[in-house]
Each structure stands twice: as C-alpha cells, then as structure tokens.
C-alpha cells in the first residue's frame, strides 16, 4: 500500500500564545492511495479545523499550526512558502465544504467557477477550456451541462450545488479529496446521490478521500479507515470493518449506543455525562476520564498511549495488558431503563381536516398575485391522546408548515384544525390566544428560538405572563423551579442569558418554555436536528419521558428516519405537500408501499451495509411547490410510474384499517 | 420678601437637555443591573481608544452642561426699588466661571498672546502728538511692565500652572490607584505595578496618562488666559477662546437633540413597517422615500427662513435675545430630525423584518402573547445595538452639518456662538492681509477634538455591538 498523505504530531493552537485553545493536538494519521479516511467526531472536537490544517487554510491570524509534519507524497506541505501552496490547493488536494449554498460565489456562472481552477493550474484557455468544464460537469451526473454551464449559482437546487462543488475540486484533478461533511446540509434522497458519485469517482479516479463526518452510517458506507477525534485528539483507529464489528474506544462504544434505533424503543438511550472538555487546559490524563464509566484510578494521571491490536489502535488504559476490563465494557450494554408503551386511546385530540396553506406570489407594481406556493396542499391528518405522530418528508415538502398552520402562525387557505372540538382557524385572534394554549411548539434551532436579550426565567415566565393564569410572582418563580428541575436543569441557573448554555441545555429550556403553557400537545419541528448525537439521545428521552407522566401527544416533524424509528407510534409521509403514506410505524418502516417512501428508507446510509439490499435511487429533486408537476406529484422522479399517473392524482387506498397510501399501484 | 440675587432662566434646549440626561442617567443605571447590557459597554471601556474618546467627549460634556444652566442676575439697583431687576442678559455657570475671558473685551483684532492691537490706529502720545501705530490691548499683557518681559512672564507661568497640575495629577492618581486596590483586594503597589506595566483589568494607565494630559492643558491655557488672550480677539475685540468654549453647547445640542427628536420617528415608524407590513409598511416606506428624494439643505432652509419670519414679527414672545437664538436652534435640531430619520427607520424596518420571522417571536406568539408585548419584549431590545451605533454615528456628522448650515446662512441665530458662525465670519477674515488665522483655526480645532473623538467613540461602539464582530473577539 502506498501512503499519500501522512500526518505526524499535527497541533493546531487558537488564540494567545499564553493560555491558547487546542483544538488539534498532536494528531497523526495517514491515508493511502484510493482509500477513503473518515475523521468521526461530535462538534467541537477539531475535525474541520484538521482538515483546514492541513491545506494550511487555518483562519489566520487567530490560529496557527504549532507543530507536526503534512507530508504529500513525501513532500512536507507545512515547509512549503506560500506560493507553492497555491499550486497544491486545488490541484493536488481539493476541498468540498459542508454547505454548497455559501462556498459558490453568487455572482459567477458554474462555468466561469469552474474554469478558475482549470485556468489556474493547467493555462486553459478558449475551446479547451469550455470543453473541459462541459466534460465536468457531465462527469459529476448533471443533466444538460451545455444550459447549467451558463447559469447561477442561485438557479440550482442544493443537491446541483454540491455536485458542482465536486465539480469544482475534481478540476485540479486532485490525488487527495477532502470532504468536510459533504452531505450534511442535504436531504437523504440526495444524501444518497452525492455518496454514490464520490465512490464512483474514487473508482474511476484512484482518488483518496479523507471524509469529515459525525454520522456514523454515513462513515459506514464510505470509509476505508475510521479515526475517532476527541476533545481535539484521535482516540481510535481502525479499519471500517473492525471498527463497526468492535468499537474499543469507551467514547465511540457510547456514540453507538446513543443512536436511537427500533430495537432500543424499549429503552432508554445511553448518555454521555458532561461536556467535551475545555480545551485550554492541560491534560494530565485521559481526556475522557470524566465522562466515563470504565475510568481507572490512573486515567486522570496519566496520559494513554496507544494500544495496538491487529490493526486497530486505541488510546486508552482500559486496553492496557492486565486490564481486563473490556469485558465489563461488553457486559454494561444497555443501562437497563424500560419505557413502556404507551397505549393510545382512541377519541383524537387534534384533527386536520384538508388543511391547505397556499402562500401568494405576487409581481410588478401593484403586486397583483401571479400565481400559489402550494406548501400545504389537502392534509388531513388525526392525532390522538399520548401518541407521537412522525411527520417525515425531504426539505421543502410543507411539513414545518404544517405544525405552522396547526398553531396558526401561518394564515390558513383551506380545511380546519379541530382541537378539542375546537375548529382553531375560525377563532378571532382573542379567542385564540386562550383556544391554543394547549398547543406548543418546539423549534429546530435552539440558538435562534430564545431571545438573547431575555434570562432563562424571563424567558420561561413569558408563556405564565401572555397566559394570565398566575399572577403571583412567587409562584410563577416556583413554577420556574420546578420546570427547569423536570427538564434537568439546576434551577439556580435561571438568572442566567441563553448564549451561556449548550445547544442540548438550550433545547431543554425550550422544551420548560412550551411546558409552562400546561399543553396537551407538542409539535416538535426538528428538534435534535441540530444536535450532536450524544444530546440528541438526552433529548429524546427527556421527551418520552414527559410524554409517560403528562400524557402528551407530539406531532414530530422530522427527516431523521431512525429517531422516528424509535419514537414514533405512526408515521405520515409527506412529498410536496400532500401526505402521500400514512400508517403504524411498523407498518410504515416495514413493509412500505409507496414508492417514494421505499427511495426516502433506501436512501437512509445503514450502519450495517453488508446485507446490501437492492434500494431504489432516486433520480432528480423535489419539484418546486409553486408549479408542481400536473397529476400524481411524484411521476417525475418514480421507478414505477404508469400512464395514468401523469393525468391524475390518486385516491387514497387503504391497505389495512391504520394504514393508508396514495399511488396507483394499490 | 428676601429674593435670590438671580432668577433662573430655563430655555427650551435646557429641559430637554436635562431630559436627555436623565434618560441617560437612568440607562447607564439599568444597564449596569443587566449583565447583557453591561458586557458591550464593558469592551468598549477595555479598549484604549474607547477611554480616550470618552474622556475627550466628558471634557466637552462637562463644559456643555456648565454652559446650559442659565439664570439672569439681579442689577445692582442703589436706589434700592421695591421691585428687583433682572440683567436683560441670559448668563450660564460657564459664564461665571470664566467671567475674565467674557469681560476682557479689546476694540477689535488681536493675535494670540498679542499684547497690541492687530491694527494700527491713530494715537496721541504723551506729548500730544498724532502717530499711526499699533495701539496696546487693555487686557492682552497688560499686567508686564515691559513687552520685553512677555516670554519670560509666559514661560513662568507655564512653568508654575504645569507643576500645579503634576501635583493634582500625583494626587489623583494616588486616590484612584488606592480605591482600585481597596476594590479588587490587593496592595497598594501591586496596584501600581499591574497599572504601570498594563496588566490591569481595564487600560488604567491610558486613562491616568490622558487625565495628566488634560490637566496640563486646562491648567496652562487657565492661567495663561487671565493675562492673555490665548487664542486672540476677534472683530470686536471679543475673546477666541470664549467663542471657541461657548461654542461646545451649540454642537453638542445639534448632535445630540437632533437624535432625541429622531430616534421616536425612526424606531416607531420602522418598527410599525417591518412588524405589521402590509399597508402600514406602504404608508411608512412612501412617505422616507419622499422625504429622501427632497434635498435635506432644500428643507432646512425655507423652513428656517419661515421661522425667522415668524420671530420678526412677534418679537414679544421673546423675553431676550438669548430665548429668541435658543428657539432658533431647537428649531433647527427639530427641522434637521425630520429629515434624518429615514436612513435609521430603513435599517430598523430591514431588522425586524427579519426579527418577526425568528423562532423566538414565533414561539411568543404561539405563547399567546400580544403584538405590543412581543414589540416590546423582543423587537426592541434586539434593535437597540443597531440605535447604539448609529446615533454615535450620527453625531459627528451633525456637528459638521451644523458648521455647514451656519456658513450657507440657515443655521444658528447671528448672535449665537457657535463654530458655524466663527467659520462664517473668517471668510472676511482671510481675506484680510495679513490673515486672521486664529479665529478660523481655534474653531476648526475645537471642532475636530470633538468629532474626531466621536468618530473614534463611534468605531469602538460599533466593535463592542455588532454581534458579527463579537464572535471574532469571543
């Protein structure tokens, strides 16, 4: 095997000479020719800042590489002055970056970005140079590349973006790929897509990839070799295939076993106790000491060294010969905390009844309207006491609308929501205010959902204040107390502003926020989307938890396939709009019958990818709302479309009492 | 009925200076209660140049507000009438205070430290002869014996100011270093080592450093004006210095009313556009876009031209001269209000805008609260950093366009001290040969101390608020 790339004892420092931030520190690892390295971390711990290292891209003047060696086949890249730099970024290691939407300039076309690079390294000019972008463009799967050539970044869709970032990176023709969570700001239909066609270029190319992820199915499907990062340090190495057989490390065992799956609906999901340390401070030990279960008395004393075997190697004491103690780790599976099942009954709570939400697109001077954003079109939909409905659909399918309409912060259209006999949408704005308090919503986005300027207290006090129910400040400050203490909060940190908090202890505030209104049902719109694994599974089992003692419904708006695998007691499946699959969870995940909803579960990356079933592929992207294509909605993109499908819009079909589907096929 | 020796005078520009500073007092106190308010106020005083800036504009402050407390004193009546007289003249504490500079008036032009007359004059000497010669000034280094003697004096004087002022300095010091070190529990010389080398929490040695250079300046140029005239005379003999320090009240009630008089259109008006959009939004963004295409000096002049119609012919609403310039003023901060509005009121409505589709105003809603609570709960307090920074900014600009105004005709009254009418009147001025410089130049550096230190304020406020720059420094 021949090495391309190897990184010995790279520290990357932020901040003052005197007490700096270490968020790489003394990492080392190398990758071969053709083979794809994931780096698997939770925010925070240095992957992205590794990556920049290494194309010495580190935002300067703040950071700096203080120490290691980048060698480029052979060739130290650290040694290097700048403009020889300037020769191997892009041509011999290129960069695709996390979000396409900001790494394209706005105000060039496709083909002028791309021929940049062409221009730069290989002096292509005229003809060859449009033939070659044209050839590109082709190469990474985009239809039409003589039209695209000539368009805006503005004019393509998210998926087309990253395809022509990748476009962009293979233009140098580069040995070394580095993709910084390529498909994390994609749905998973186009998640898929983007996946297959860097393992089709690797293939075809020999190029070496080094994949930033915290996804660990996505690492699954494509890495060779997997490197964890903690805490701004690699605390295991392994081939993918031992590493997913056996993990060692104590801190990725317990990233596996926070995933939420089907099989652990029963339980509890594992956590990880604390925080990634601060990362100013000098280690004496394991950086993970405090958060483990398995510590040894030496842990916080002595620094690990690594532990090889075969070839998955491993920094920590646990490993060490005459501990063993890995069979403990084996036998802690799963702390043991049953859920039960919560019996649903059967009178509903909340109905929607063909519920529609055009918004107007209006034009020209006197803005007369032109036309409809259909973003909820006919959604009929029936929540009952203690269930959790999941709400599932790619971006831009209306289904963050929906919870919108139901609370009625989006003007209705068309159709009803009845809560509690209660038809909302024909309440005045006063009625309202006291018709919808049993309605809460939990946003996606802990960082924007609370007003910096507000204290926690403030902030949770402001549902008892617009409620008018206590007036009482002594008791709406207990209430304060108790909330924040059943969300798992000190109460003492009430005086507190939000930007002092974690994201996960954020989304908890939010969740004591929209309890202080008493609701009886909570629409979650993406609630641990923004999270990283470990506090997603604290999340969600704070939510089944308050779901068991105060009987609430949820409806859970979500696109992550295997939270509503474990959460959820039914699903809808939504595409542009309309509901096109509904049932039981197991009905739905199991045995689906729409087309679209068997491409949206094939698409989702497996941990496990040997039993590699046939899945369908999705071609192409969501179709714009405004104008969406005449007949069933998905012809466009369907494996199994029939002629009748492009005149007319199916019927429901039901396929059991619970589970309802709408497609020609049935 | 024993009666007090003045009677107080309150003009408008007065009360609503007082006003402003009771907002300002109240602000500065509920931000110091509030740690999120606190925190960028905080950056703002770690940086140097934040506390030089600030220190500079104090020094403006302190002699603005000096100059805005306003009384008319008794005359003198031998003849002891039942009723008192008042003085027809509006004084100011800053007028009492520097009582020599107002009273040591020359017949006209003289250069700074001059001790004769610009211009040459017919004179009988003591033999009653006629000669054309330049004349002594009555005040200007009168207390010398000889001319000879005039470096001298002023050197000693210097000499023996400057050596007052290190001794106040020392003293100052001492009493701040020893209250930093009670404050913050250490020794007295660790104090003084954190404070020499710059360790400390806050850039104490800049502000110790800058408060020896002010006091060196206010102690010099107070015991040279006694016997000088620093910054010499103008056309009638009266004292640059004096205009150059009267002046101060004029700019600073320009920048700063003008702002009282727009921040409640602005924020009102693009509040209601951005939060209730539809025809309100319309109504709102026709009317800036109207008054934006009228040129600003267009509308400043005729309404100011309408109102010195309006004040000749009802000169009784007008007790004296000093009422009838100050209602001039508040006039023009009124009228340069109005017409700078729009640019604040399109940012602020851009700003909410974006605010009223947050998740937090969202969530409010679903809360159940009312549009005025989530005006007042959330949109605001979220836009004030943006009125922060752009009313600092503004300031320095309006100090400037008051000069322009006055030098055009349509901004302060003629009898109005200001730096605007000092620049006017140096057009003849330089015409002159040889030049009048001084009056020119005391205006145009009493004016660029301030602005400059606005413009630095401006630029620290603007670091310490924008939220795009904080994450940089976090």
């Given at each position: 095997?021949?090495?391309?790339?190897?990184?010995?004892?790279?520290?990357?420092?932020?901040?003052?000479?005197?007490?700096?931030?270490?968020?790489?520190?003394?990492?080392?690892?190398?990758?071969?020719?053709?083979?794809?390295?994931?780096?698997?971390?939770?925010?925070?711990?240095?992957?992205?800042?590794?990556?920049?290292?290494?194309?010495?891209?580190?935002?300067?003047?703040?950071?700096?590489?203080?120490?290691?060696?980048?060698?480029?086949?052979?060739?130290?890249?650290?040694?290097?002055?700048?403009s020889d730099m300037e020769h191997i970024r892009g041509r011999r290691i290129a960069m695709i970056f996390q979000e396409p939407q900001s790494s394209l300039n706005p105000v060039l076309t496709v083909g002028q970005q791309i021929g940049e690079s062409l221009q730069w390294h290989f002096k292509m000019r005229g003809k060859a140079l449009h033939n070659r972008i044209i050839n590109l463009l082709s190469s990474v799967g985009i239809p039409d590349p003589h039209q695209r050539f000539k368009d805006y970044p503005h004019q393509l869709s998210g998926g087309m973006k990253q395809r022509i970032m990748i476009a962009i990176a293979l233009a140098g023709e580069p040995e070394l790929l580095i993709a910084d969570e390529p498909t994390t700001a994609l749905d998973v239909t186009i998640q898929a897509q983007i996946l297959d066609l860097l393992k089709e270029i690797q293939r075809e190319t020999q190029m070496a990839i080094l994949l930033i992820s915290h996804d660990l199915?996505?690492?699954?499907?494509?890495?060779?070799?997997?490197?964890?990062?903690?805490?701004?340090?690699?605390?295991?190495?392994?081939?993918?295939?031992?590493?997913?057989?056996?993990?060692?490390?104590?801190?990725?065992?317990?990233?596996?076993?926070?995933?939420?799956?089907?099989q652990k609906r029963q339980h509890r999901l594992t956590v990880i106790k604390g925080n990634v340390p601060a990362l100013d401070k000098v280690f004496n030990g394991c950086r993970f000491v405090e958060r483990c279960e398995f510590a040894l008395p030496h842990c916080s004393t002595v620094v690990p060294g690594w532990h090889k075997d075969d070839e998955q190697s491993v920094r920590c004491h646990l490993l060490e010969p005459g501990q063993n103690s890995i069979v403990k780790v084996n036998s802690q599976k799963l702390m043991a905390s049953l859920f039960k099942e919560i019996s649903v009954t059967e009178k509903p709570v909340l109905i929607l009844d063909k519920l529609r939400v055009h918004f107007p697109i209006r034009k020209g001077l006197f803005q007369r309207i032109v036309g409809h954003v259909k973003a909820v079109d006919d959604v009929s939909l029936v929540l009952r006491p203690s269930e959790t409905l999941a709400l599932v659909g790619e971006s831009g399918c209306g289904k963050t609308t929906v919870g919108k309409a139901i609370l009625q912060l989006v003007p209705i259209t068309d159709g009803s929501v009845k809560y509690k006999e209660i038809v909302l949408n024909e309440l005045s704005a006063k009625q309202l205010k006291l018709g919808r308090k049993g309605l809460q919503i939990v946003f996606q986005d802990p960082y924007s959902s609370m007003n910096p300027r507000m204290t926690i207290s403030q902030v949770i006090e402001e549902a008892m204040i617009s409620g008018m129910d206590s007036?009482?400040?002594?008791?709406?400050?207990?209430?304060v107390n108790s909330l924040m203490e059943r969300v798992g909060l000190d109460a003492k940190q009430k005086h507190r502003y939000p930007h002092e908090f974690s994201g996960g202890q954020r989304q908890r505030i939010c969740?004591?926020?929209?309890?202080?209104?008493?609701?009886?049902?909570?629409?979650?719109d993406e609630p641990t989307s923004a999270l990283d694994v470990s506090v997603q599974a604290q999340i969600l089992n704070l939510l089944r938890e308050l779901q068991k003692e105060l009987k609430l419904t949820y409806l859970f708006i979500t696109h992550n396939i295997a939270v509503v695998d474990y959460l959820?007691?039914?699903?809808?499946?939504?595409?542009?709009?309309?509901?096109v699959e509904q049932g039981l969870r197991e009905e739905v995940l199991q045995s689906p019958q729409h087309p679209y909803t068997q491409a949206l579960l094939g698409a989702v990356p497996q941990l496990d990818n040997n039993k590699s079933k046939q899945v369908i592929r999705l071609e192409g992207e969501l179709p714009s709302p405004a104008t969406p294509p005449k007949g069933c909605h998905f012809h466009q993109r369907c494996p199994k479309v029939m002629p009748q499908c492009l005149?007319?819009?199916?019927?429901?079909t039901q396929i059991t009492d619970s589970h309802q589907v709408r497609c020609f096929l049935y | 009925m024993p009666s007090l020796p003045f009677i107080p005078v309150f003009l408008w520009t007065d009360i609503l200076i007082y006003l402003l500073l009771g907002v300002v007092t109240y602000s500065v106190l509920y931000i110091r209660n509030h740690a999120h308010l606190k925190a960028p106020w905080k950056l703002v005083i770690k940086r140097k140049r934040g506390v030089i800036s600030i220190m500079v504009l104090m020094c403006y402050v302190f002699v603005g507000l000096l100059d805005s407390v306003h009384f008319r004193l008794t005359i003198d009546d031998q003849q002891k009438s039942e009723q008192q007289h008042y003085e027809t003249q509006v004084t100011s504490v800053l007028d009492l205070a520097i009582m020599p500079l107002r009273e040591q008036v020359e017949k006209t032009y003289s250069a700074p430290f001059a001790t004769r007359s610009f211009s040459r004059e017919m004179q009988k000497d003591v033999s009653s002869e006629l000669s054309y010669v330049y004349p002594k000034l009555h005040y200007g280094g009168a207390h010398l014996e000889s001319e000879k003697e005039k470096l001298q004096d002023i050197l000693s004087t210097i000499i023996i100011s400057s050596i007052k002022a290190l001794i106040t300095w020392l003293l100052l010091s001492a009493l701040l270093i020893n209250y930093l070190a009670k404050r913050y529990q250490n020794s007295w010389f660790k104090q003084y080592k954190d404070i020499l080398i710059g360790s400390a929490r806050y850039p104490f040695r800049t502000v110790l450093l800058m408060l020896g250079i002010i006091l060196l300046t206010v102690f010099n140029v107070a015991a040279l004006s006694v016997d000088y005239h620093v910054l010499g005379t103008d056309k009638v003999g009266q004292d640059v210095l004096y205009q150059s320090l009267k002046s101060i009240r004029t700019g600073l009630v320009i920048g700063t009313l003008t702002t009282l008089v727009m921040l409640p259109?602005?924020?009102?008006?693009?509040?209601?556009?951005?939060?209730?959009?539809?025809?309100?939004?319309?109504?709102?963004?026709?009317?800036?876009?109207?008054?934006?295409?009228?040129?600003?000096?267009?509308?400043?002049?005729?309404?100011?031209?309408?109102?010195?119609?309006?004040?000749?012919?009802?000169?009784?609403?007008?007790?004296t001269?000093?009422?009838?310039?100050?209602?001039?003023?508040?006039?023009?901060?009124?009228?340069?209000?109005?017409?700078?509005?729009?640019?604040?009121?399109?940012?602020?409505?851009?700003?909410?805008?974006?605010?009223?589709?947050?998740?937090?105003?969202?969530?409010?809603?679903?809360?159940?609260?009312?549009?005025?609570?989530?005006?007042?709960?959330?949109?605001?307090?979220?836009?004030?950093?943006?009125?922060?920074i752009s009313v600092v900014l503004d300031f320095s600009g309006l100090v400037l366009a008051e000069a322009v105004l006055s030098y055009v005709g349509v901004g302060v009254d003629p009898s109005m001290i200001s730096w605007g009418n000092m620049i006017n009147s140096a057009r003849l001025e330089m015409a002159r040969d040889p030049v009048v410089w001084w009056s020119l130049t005391a205006a145009f550096f009493f004016m660029f101390l301030l602005v400059l230190a606005a413009n630095l304020f401006a630029d620290v406020v603007r670091d310490a608020f924008d939220p795009k720059g904080h994450k940089q420094n976090d």
């Open positions: 095997m021949t090495e391309l790339l190897k990184v010995t004892g790279l520290s990357t420092h932020i901040g003052s000479e005197k007490k700096p931030l270490k968020p790489v520190d003394n990492v080392s690892f190398c990758i071969e020719k053709g083979k794809t390295f994931a780096l698997l971390g939770e925010s925070g711990c240095g992957k992205s800042l590794t990556a920049l290292s290494l194309l010495r891209l580190n935002p300067q003047p703040v950071s700096r590489v203080v120490a290691g060696a980048v060698e480029l086949a052979g060739e130290d890249l650290l040694a290097l002055s700048e199915a996505v690492v699954a499907q494509m890495a060779d070799d997997v490197a964890v990062m903690y805490a701004g340090q690699i605390v295991e190495i392994a081939p993918r295939e031992q590493f997913f057989k056996q993990v060692k490390h104590p801190y990725s065992k317990k990233l596996f076993e926070s995933l939420p799956t089907a007036n009482n400040a002594v008791m709406r400050a207990e209430k969740i004591a926020r929209a309890l202080a209104a008493e609701p009886n049902v909570i629409i979650c959820a007691h039914s699903v809808a499946v939504m595409y542009l709009g309309r509901i005149e007319n819009y199916p019927e429901q | 259109l602005a924020i009102s008006m693009g509040i209601a556009a951005g939060y209730f959009r539809g025809w309100i939004d319309d109504v709102i963004q026709y009317v800036y876009t109207t008054l934006n295409s009228i040129p600003g000096v267009l509308l400043i002049a005729a309404a100011v031209l309408m109102l010195q119609v309006y004040m000749n012919n009802h000169p009784e609403n007008f007790v001269i000093t009422e009838r310039a100050d209602m001039r003023l508040l006039f023009l901060c009124i009228i340069l209000g109005v017409t700078s509005w729009t640019g604040l009121c399109r940012i602020l409505r851009g700003e909410t805008l974006k605010l009223r589709e947050s998740e937090y105003v969202l969530a409010s809603r679903a809360l159940g609260a009312s549009s005025l609570s989530i005006l007042h709960r959330h949109i605001l307090p979220n836009l004030m950093h943006i009125v922060m």
